[in-house]
């Protein structure tokens, strides 16, 4: 258990900070790559829908009707999926759709829109701080995601903790890009969004704290109900339309099928 507790706080850290990844990414380009965006969203969101579906919401199902019996563990892991799809709906609902950092913004949005790297503009440098927070508030309950898995099962905690840090990239890029652009100061710029991603180890201490000393079977079930829930929400609405927005010659597709082949093929490696 202590191997799996360390294995599965290192595996969230390191999801969370590749925030960071996207930060450098962006400064070193003077052009975003749309075709890169698009492939990896989609595969991020095909690893999520796969792996919640085919192998999270059973293993959640399995616990609960082992718990609970038949009747009352199926509706208790459809509750737990539904209700894993309300959190991160209201968390979105709460946030103003300009933070959102899924909305995101590349080089040339701040270029075209007459911006230039140093000249201080404070609505630019508000919207980057305040989608640092809203990124901060998205991967909190994607720690937990992380953390959960990895500590019930290592090899689904890796493949969650590959596809999350995958679609956090893009994350990183939509704080650092409009505060770079605000200030000229890359240093702040990459601070600000690399703080960003530690929103999801916080999640995962937060889950020790709260819910590890709960961690029996119909509690293993809701969370994992619920992770499954939050997963596909995210993937559905957020991943994939943003994908689409970059999409060239259906590669936010191919980059989806790609992302549940992989997932797939990890899975029947690790029978």
């Known amino acids: ?123 630019l440098l508000k919207m980057g701080t305040f989608t640092a927070l809203a990124i901060a508030i998205h991967n909190f309950p994607e720690g937990i995601a992380t953390f959960t898995s990895a500590l019930q099962d290592p090899k689904l905690g890796i493949a969650i903790a590959v596809a999350i840090a995958i679609h956090n990239i893009p994350e990183g890029i939509a704080v650092s890009v409009p505060v770079y652009f605000a200030t000229g100061d890359k240093k702040k710029a990459f601070k600000l969004s690399f703080l960003s991603g530690l929103s999801e180890p916080i999640g995962a201490f937060a889950a020790y704290l709260f819910l590890m000393p709960f961690l029996n079977e119909i509690m293993f079930g809701i969370v994992f109900a619920a992770v499954a829930g939050i997963m596909v929400f995210i993937s559905l609405d957020e991943l994939l339309p943003a994908a689409k927005k970059y999409d060239e010659a259906h590669l936010s597709i191919y980059g989806l099928i790609g992302g549940m082949a992989v997932m797939a093929l990890s899975l029947l490696l690790f029978i």
Do not use: C
């Open 1 to 123: 258990m202590s191997e799996n507790l360390l294995m599965a706080f290192g595996l969230t850290l390191l999801a969370g900070l590749a925030t960071g990844i996207g930060s450098l990414l962006a400064f070193f380009t003077t052009h975003t790559n749309k075709k890169f965006l698009s492939v990896t969203l989609g595969f991020s969101a095909g690893v999520m829908i796969y792996v919640s579906m085919i192998e999270i919401f059973v293993k959640a199902k399995v616990a609960l009707v082992d718990a609970l019996g038949t009747v009352p563990g199926n509706w208790m892991t459809v509750g737990g999926f539904f209700g894993g799809m309300l959190l991160i709906a209201a968390i979105d609902k709460y946030i103003p759709k300009q933070s959102n950092p899924h909305e995101l913004r590349t080089v040339e949005d701040m270029t075209e829109s007459g911006y230039g790297a140093g000249t201080i503009q404070p609505e």
